[in-house]
């Protein structure tokens, strides 16, 4: 390619290929080594948006590749040159919650040689991993996490503040501005840094349903398992115990599958059957997502006969408690008929919910769900990157996981933030929004619509936009009444042009 | 996922669907589209916050003016979804697609025109 | 600044139908800012009569302009050279602008696009509200700052009417009590003293009541 450009004083590139998703920094590249800015590049998705999706009409997709080809072509002509201003990266990371996910982030990152300073906002570190005695596998977390903490302590680029209320948070990617209240004493701290990992967790669902809280012996799987380590022998006692799936999962409030808590009833079952294998376990469920080889426990307690029973979401089983003589009513899924049976214990697998993050959210402007967890930039592409730039995510706070992936997602998470430290040489995408000033109204609009709070009206009465901050959402773009903000690389005749094009 | 769409679509790519204008969503139909769909992340998990809140309001806007000039609202729509929902995206393709064929070409572009419904798209590319 | 909202498409429409040639003229100034009338509704408004008129079989040419303020000789001036290819124009400016542009051109029609409703503020994004009726002699200074002219339903001058209910008026109570806002105000400030001391009555001369008014400043012209 970059011999065509050269023998051919070629000025602009049309490539009809696959996604620009993955290629476009390949092609742009080559743009480069032949000397041309790389902005003066585009692709038509022949593959995606056409031969992939209309296999079966050849003569339409053709001309639909035309078409694709010749709206690439369009815009390709129209577009400009654009210059890209260096950035300088803050050597410096902050991980925002100490628990399992954001100490193995800053451990990582640590190793990795960066300076790194784990805020935590509760007085210790560890998160709800402490609630945790073992793994399905039988592997002893207090240990883990014992060792865990003690390595991130010990470790001489990572700093840990305990206590630690995110208050403020400003720039933009390789700079930003953390501020920290920290301590009892509230002493604010200031902190320059280059990344954030946002590890800030979740917990689990205090349960409002099935009597939860009137009878002691109604409890939460994470309650069963500090029973089960500290009165292992009352347990042995149980006669029969029931355990119900998705409490505070897959309803309207939180429509998530919470996916630990059917492995979560398998190992307590397990563990209950070890205890005293003449338990009845009933362990009452909407779907099984044993997932992975997880599956292997769930044909375990099978073989070792937990009963497992299905319910209807529109036929709840009923908890009842008659004078403290607890019993269960569910609708049995083969006799199709009401079942009643004493018990010694109620579980609820209560599910996990995202941790209170709506201030940290605003402060560093990230999208969540409905249910608060945080959402990655791509599910498949860029799955431990937010969408703006220098900030990543793992562990519980992106959604429900094990601790076993809360630690390989903390791993991708810190090597994709260590990459972006490490990257010295990085410059500022040009693709952001600009305003003409001459006609500029001051309105406000950009101001007030802009979701990072880029825009600001200038000394001289008129909008400015860093470009730095700017994300090229185009939001501004699209509403200014004057129409003088254009957003590099999709200007408004850039689009235009293709869409005149096709007819 | 490769699944199979009518082959009438042409996408145009945008960075966020807060980057549509509504001026663009009038020209597609100035210059002869017979639909167009805007497609957005779900509501609340737009990657840039509300690029998606202010395309519906321009989208409901358009949809207006469609009506009042007489080619009809429903050749505009909008959808939000996310990026794990190919299959949603192929039914609304046909959805729409039908919907227009339904409706007829847009009076706009007249007899002289393609018995084609071309529908331009703003995707969500981030 | 003045407050206007873009009128209903199909009044403007309904205008337009029987011409051939078409300018819609938008203005930079207060309608920008209150998003009735800058470029973009020009644009907007443009694509809309286009879209009508293609779809009705009729080729009629929708031109797009805006100028810096409409109700400014000189920004009309620049319109000079391409008037006479239109035989009307929509003004998207306040109905100043409209006027002022129909004054210039004196022999094109132009219809007016958008609602001029009053003079006042942005409360937020798309929430207007009206501060001052430009009454010609300001008395705020009298009424803690709050002018009861602009804001008070019935114009009292001393005092509310007595309807007011929960700080809202008898009129409408979508909107807050003026006297109960003056009120608090002269409060916080430490001058419910004022109350003592009646508004005089006001010479209504300088307001609409006088006829239509001009302002003659002497120091500012040679
Ligand atoms: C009910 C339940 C049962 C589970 N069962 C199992 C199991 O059986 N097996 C298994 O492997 N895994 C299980 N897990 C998952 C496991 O707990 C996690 O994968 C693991 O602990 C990693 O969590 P984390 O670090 O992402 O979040 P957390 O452990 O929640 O840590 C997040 C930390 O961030 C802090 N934080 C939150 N907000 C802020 C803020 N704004 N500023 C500063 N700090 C903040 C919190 O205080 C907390 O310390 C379960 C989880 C739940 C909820
Ligand atoms: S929206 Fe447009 S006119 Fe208004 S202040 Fe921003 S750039 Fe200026
Ligand atoms: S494009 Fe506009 S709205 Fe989007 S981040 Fe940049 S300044 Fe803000
Ligand atoms: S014409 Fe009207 S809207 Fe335009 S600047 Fe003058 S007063 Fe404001
Ligand atoms: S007293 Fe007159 S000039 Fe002053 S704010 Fe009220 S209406 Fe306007
Ligand atoms: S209630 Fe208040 S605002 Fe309304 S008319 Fe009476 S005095 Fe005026």
Redesign the interface.
């Given at each position: 390619m970059t011999k065509v450009i050269k023998e051919h004083q070629l000025n602009r590139m049309v490539v009809a290929a696959c996604t620009p998703i993955t290629h476009e920094p390949l092609f742009r590249e080559t743009m480069i080594d032949a000397g041309l800015n790389k902005y003066l590049f585009e692709m038509a998705n022949i593959r995606n948006q056409d031969s992939w999706v209309h296999m079966k009409e050849p003569e339409k997709a053709t001309e639909k590749a035309k078409d694709l080809v010749r709206m690439a072509v369009a815009r390709a002509s129209l577009l400009k040159p654009l210059m890209e201003k260096p950035l300088t990266v803050i050597q410096r990371a902050v991980v925002i919650g100490g628990g399992v996910a954001g100490l193995n982030a800053a451990l990582n990152l640590g190793d990795q040689g960066f300076e790194t300073i784990v805020l935590e906002k509760d007085d210790q570190l560890g998160g709800n991993a402490r609630n945790i005695h073992h793994t399905i596998e039988g592997l002893e977390v207090a240990a883990y996490l014992d060792g865990l903490i003690e390595r991130v302590k010990s470790h001489d680029k990572i700093q840990v503040l305990t206590g630690a209320l995110v208050v403020g948070y400003q720039g933009y990617k390789g700079n930003f501005t953390t501020e920290v209240l920290v301590g009892p004493g509230m002493y604010e701290r200031k902190i320059d840094h280059g990344v954030t990992v946002v590890a800030t967790g979740a917990h689990e669902y205090q349960p409002k349903e099935f009597l939860y809280g009137q009878h002691h012996r109604i409890m939460t799987q994470l309650e069963l398992g500090h029973f089960l380590h500290d009165q292992a022998a009352e347990a042995a006692q149980w006669g029969r115990v029931a355990m119900i799936q998705c409490v505070g999962s897959r309803n309207e409030e939180n429509p998530n599958c919470s996916r630990i808590c059917c492995q979560g009833a398998v190992k307590y079952a397990l563990q209950l059957k070890k205890i005293n294998p003449e338990t009845e376990v009933l362990i009452l469920y909407r779907d099984m997502r044993t997932y992975g080889l997880m599956e292997d426990y769930y044909m375990e307690a099978r073989n070792q006969g937990v009963l497992f029973a299905r319910f209807d979401p529109e036929r709840l089983p009923e908890v009842m408690n008659d004078n403290g003589a607890l019993s269960i009513t569910f609708i049995d899924h083969v006799l199709e008929r009401p079942v009643t049976l004493p018990l010694d214990a109620v579980i609820l697998s209560a599910g996990a919910w995202a941790n209170d993050t709506e201030e940290l959210a605003s402060l560093l402007k990230l999208p969540r769900n409905a249910s608060g967890f945080f959402i990655e930039a791509h599910a498949k592409l860029r799955p431990v990157d937010f969408a703006s730039e220098g900030i990543f995510l793992c562990g519980m706070a992106h959604s429900p996981k094990l601790i076993s992936e809360s630690i390989a997602q903390a791993q991708a998470a810190a090597s994709r933030a260590g990459a972006f430290l490490a990257d010295t040489n990085q410059t500022i995408s040009g693709v952001t929004a600009h305003v003409d000033p001459e006609r500029c109204a001051a309105c406000l609009v950009c101001v007030r619509t802009c979701p990072y709070g880029v825009p600001q009206i200038n000394q001289e009465n008129v909008s400015e936009i860093n470009v730095a901050l700017c994300q090229g959402c185009g939001t501004c773009a699209s509403e200014c009444p004057a129409k003088v903000i254009q957003v590099s690389h999709f200007e408004d005749d850039q689009l235009s042009a293709k869409i005149k094009t096709l007819f | 996922m490769r699944l199979q769409y009518p082959p009438t679509v042409r996408i145009i790519e945008v960075p966020c669907t807060g980057k549509v204008d509504i001026i663009h969503l009038l020209q597609a139909f100035e210059y002869g589209a017979d639909g167009v769909i805007v497609v957005g992340c779900m509501e609340g998990d737009c990657h840039y916050q509300k690029g998606n809140l202010y395309a519906k309001t321009r989208v409901k806007r358009a949809k207006e003016i469609l009506d009042k000039v007489g080619l009809g609202g429903e050749r505009v729509a909008m959808f939000n979804l996310s990026s794990g929902m190919g299959g949603r995206f192929a039914e609304i393709i046909k959805e729409m697609t039908n919907k227009i064929l339904e409706l007829g070409p847009s009076p706009v572009r007249g007899a002289a025109a393609k018995a084609k419904a071309t529908g331009a798209a703003g995707e969500v590319t981030a | 600044m003045i407050k206007a909202k873009p009128k209903p498409?199909?009044e403007i429409?309904d205008n337009v139908k029987d011409f051939n040639k078409l300018l819609i003229a938008g203005c930079?100034?207060c309608v920008?800012?209150c998003?009735a009338g800058?470029?973009?509704?020009v644009?907007?408004l443009a694509?809309?009569?286009?879209?009508?008129f293609?779809?009705?079989g009729k080729q009629v040419q929708v031109d797009e302009a805006?100028l810096?303020r409409q109700c400014e000789k000189e920004y009309l001036a620049q319109l000079s050279d391409r008037m006479d290819g239109y035989d009307a124009a929509v003004s998207l400016a306040c109905g100043v602008g409209a006027q002022y542009l129909a004054e210039m051109y004196n022999h094109k029609i132009v219809f007016p696009g958008v609602d001029t409703c009053f003079m006042g503020v942005?409360e937020?994004?798309g929430l207007y509200s009206e501060r001052c009726q430009a009454c010609g002699r300001c008395i705020l200074a009298e009424t803690g700052g709050i002018c009861p002219i602009a804001r008070c339903s019935k114009r009292m001058l001393n005092g509310p009417c007595g309807g007011s209910d929960k700080g809202k008026c008898e009129i409408n109570p979508d909107i807050p009590c003026a006297w109960e806002l003056i009120y608090e105000r002269l409060k916080t400030l430490g001058q419910l003293d004022r109350f003592e001391r009646p508004v005089e009555p006001k010479d209504w001369s300088t307001s609409r009541d006088g006829g239509p008014r001009k302002i003659v400043r002497e120091d500012l012209r040679i």
């Open positions: - | - | 498409l199909e429409i930079d100034g920008t800012v998003e800058g470029l973009k509704e644009k907007i694509a809309a009569l286009r879209l009508y293609t779809q009705a805006s810096t942005n937020e994004r």
